[in-house]
């Protein structure tokens, strides 16, 4: 056990440069400018106008796109912090924030790092290692498995990469036969991800409870389990809502008092100090074993922060300085806070990220951004800000849009805060998993507090109130949407005057009645109204339960059987791309596509293509032109945002075109194959357009 450093000296920060990018580096940087110190940014060119670069007092540019030519590189980071003059180095977390090597290049330096000690990083790098080192502490621990040692009987379980975590490098093994392939792929996916292909099994709980202890210790010696989180909502082993405390510890008794003693021995036992997660695996009966420790600070923190009205990253700084911890005891808790990671992925499409141009980001009800919420209300933290042209969302990082979290006085309260904060939020220009969270978050067994890593899995199936990643707005809402767009468009119209070009998809069919025409997904939607002296009034089955109460060009008022709801109505045209229609209102939101007057040829793909679902690599390629191949069998892998995902043949047929090879680099709708019938003729018309999958 190593033994805390009482004789520590005291330094003082006046510049720290955040070693990472997005709402991490604008989070440290919020709670830097607090404590008056310079802020410094380093930004990739894939990142030069985000907002983390624009805010600092001073920026360095990191030549290069992606994460391995910019933000991987310590010995860039360490010479833009010289350049600028920081003295101190914040390594957010992701990228270099759990390498030793690195921290031990910025002590050598004579910069202050704010983390842990390198030698605690290292016992920690390891999860292999780590869990050996917590046995000998006397952490509840699941026993690891050789490969060779899986049996029937212990199945199912979970390969995990030993480095890093997020997600990636792990794999549940529910067969024998497959297990082989599961490893080799966990191997690839942690080498890419974390330059370290090594894995192990364990055993997998299917039903377990992700629980994790927030720990602050300082060079005294002082250990604080500032409080625990519960983060059971995830998907594809990546967490997804988390909130502070655990309903699960809260309601059994003892489970508290042993969580936190088990945590403060892991940080004792390597001598730690700084902010980390200790985090474990739990039963609904209490019992919990150790995971894995994440020697930094995590994405959830806020939780813990708005639920202790600590400043986790002030207590980094301070302790970097050899400060030490101002009470033996941490603070008490008091309410219940929620935080729900805004995605853009299609959940529908087994959470296919996006790429794009985000329109608009508002959430109502932000109390604070990048700190407290210490009152009812919603606290945001983004490391996007979309302005008159949008903000570019790329390929070679996580896509996670912003931090949305929650304080209410109850759990309850928490988290309907939440849901209806995300249920109003206007989001524009790419696909998100808002839906998802606000089902979630509003399903009656987790209101109950009945959580489990399975969550998603189990309720996600269709049930009494429809699957988990369904859309907010239903059919006939959709149907509504469309004519508010349409009438908006048309006030839009009027109000330029008579000269205004008729838009794409207009057409007149008789004396007042108007046509457009919207794609909704696969759909095609087509909306009929009538303009007279008299205003408004829809034609078909509509007409017998709306009234036009209101129209403008961005706002419109619809009676619907009874009720007069608002509809937002935003437009954004691009120049050779159908126009994208956002509609906003209480029935939810709906994302419209309004397609040009003439249609462009060259946008027809071959029957039986598969599209690239994201922009992304080609990594795998299993089969060649003119092989068999039945429905459901993986043609080839493509690796994007650091996660493998499988293109699969979506019928029987023949693989008749394969224009991608390994290494290609391909935007999202390329052609990646082309699968047909075996007695299909090459020169058969293009027909199936939709299969994006």
């Given amino acids: 056990m190593n033994t805390p450093d009482t004789t520590a000296p005291t330094t003082t920060i006046t510049s720290v440069l955040v070693a990472n990018r997005g709402e991490i580096a604008r989070r440290v940087h919020h709670t830097a400018r607090t404590l008056g110190m310079a802020t410094v940014a380093v930004f990739s060119d894939a990142d030069s106008d985000a907002p983390h670069a624009r805010e600092a007092d001073a920026a360095v540019r990191l030549p290069g796109h992606t994460p391995t030519e910019t933000y991987l590189r310590g010995d860039l980071v360490i010479e833009a912090a010289r350049a600028a003059g920081a003295d101190a180095i914040h390594p957010g977390y992701g990228f270099l924030s759990e390498n030793a090597g690195f921290a031990r290049d910025v002590i050598a330096a004579g910069l202050t790092w704010v983390g842990p000690p390198p030698e605690a990083i290292d016992a920690m790098g390891s999860k292999i290692e780590a869990k050996k080192r917590m046995a000998a502490a006397g952490v509840p621990m699941l026993t690891d498995l050789e490969a060779d040692d899986v049996t029937e009987d212990l199945l199912p379980v979970l390969v995990k990469a030993s480095a890093g975590g997020g997600g990636r490098g792990m794999r549940i093994v529910r067969t024998l036969d497959s297990l082989h392939d599961e490893i080799a792929a966990a191997r690839r996916e942690a080498g890419s991800a974390f330059g370290d292909e090594a894995v192990f099994c364990e055993r997998y709980l299917e039903r377990g409870r992700h629980i994790e202890v927030q720990i602050m210790a300082d060079r005294n010696g002082t250990v604080w389990a500032v409080g625990e989180r519960e983060c059971s909502i995830q998907r594809r082993h990546q967490k997804v809502i988390e909130e502070a405390p655990s309903p699960l510890v809260e309601a059994t008794p003892g489970m508290r008092d042993a969580l936190y003693t088990a945590a403060r021995d892991a940080a004792s036992a390597i001598g730690y100090t700084g902010a980390g997660t200790v985090e474990f695996l739990a039963t609904d009966s209490g019992e919990f074993f150790f995971l894995e420790m994440n020697t930094r600070l995590q994405v959830e923190h806020p939780v813990t922060e708005a639920t202790t009205g600590l400043d986790l990253v002030a207590l980094q700084l301070d302790v970097a300085a ?158 509504i949407s469309a004519l508010a767009a349409a009438l908006a468009t048309g006030a839009a119209e009027h109000a330029a005057g008579p000269v205004a070009l008729a838009p794409a998809g207009f057409r007149a069919v008789g004396p007042g009645h108007q046509h457009r025409r919207y794609r909704h997904g696969d759909d095609e939607l087509e909306v009929h109204y009538v303009r007279d002296r008299s205003g408004a009034r829809p034609v078909g089955e509509l007409a017998e339960v709306v009234t036009v109460s209101d129209t403008t060009p961005d706002r419109v008022a619809l009676e619907v ?77 493509m690796e994007a945002m650091k996660m493998e995902h499988t293109i699969s043949a979506m019928a029987d047929g023949v693989v008749a075109e394969l224009p991608v090879a390994v290494g290609d680099q391909v935007a999202s709708g390329a052609v990646l194959a082309v699968v047909t019938e075996p007695d299909a003729s090459d020169t058969a018309p293009a027909t199936d357009t939709d299969s994006e999958e």
Avoid at 371 to 389: K, Q, T, Y
Avoid at 563 to 568: E, K, L, T
Avoid at 592 to 618: H, I, K, Q, T
């Fill in 561 to 637: 059987r009874g009720v007069v709801r608002g509809f937002d109505v935003a437009r954004y045209a691009v120049p050779g791309h159908d126009t994208v229609v956002e509609v906003d209102s209480p029935l939810g939101p709906v994302s419209l596509l309004e397609p040009p007057r003439y249609a462009d040829p060259s946008a027809d793909v071959a029957a039986g293509s598969l599209l690239a679902p994201m922009p992304g690599s080609v990594i795998r390629v299993a089969v060649e032109v003119g092989d068999t191949v039945t429905a459901g069998s993986p043609l080839l892998w």
């Fill in 322 to 479: 050899g400060l030490p911890l101002p009470t033996p005891e941490p603070p008490g808790r008091h309410g219940w806070s929620f935080e729900a990671r805004l995605y853009a992925e299609d959940a529908a499409r087994d959470y296919t990220p996006g790429s794009g141009t985000l329109r608009a980001l508002d959430v109502p009800g932000v109390a604070s951004r990048f700190d407290g919420p210490h009152r009812p209300g919603i606290r945001l933290d983004s490391g996007v800000e979309p302005g008159a042209d949008g903000s570019e969302v790329g390929v070679h990082y996580d896509p996670m849009l912003a931090k949305v979290i929650s304080y209410g006085r109850t759990r309850r309260e928490a988290a309907a805060v939440l849901a209806g904060a995300l249920d109003r939020a206007r989001i524009h220009g790419l696909t998100t998993n808002r839906a998802q969270l606000v089902r979630v978050l509003r399903h009656p067994s987790f209101v109950a507090g009945e959580l489990s890593t399975a969550f998603l899995d189990e309720h996600g199936r269709e049930d009494g109130s429809g699957a988990l990643a369904a859309p907010l707005a239903d059919h006939e809402a959709v149907q």
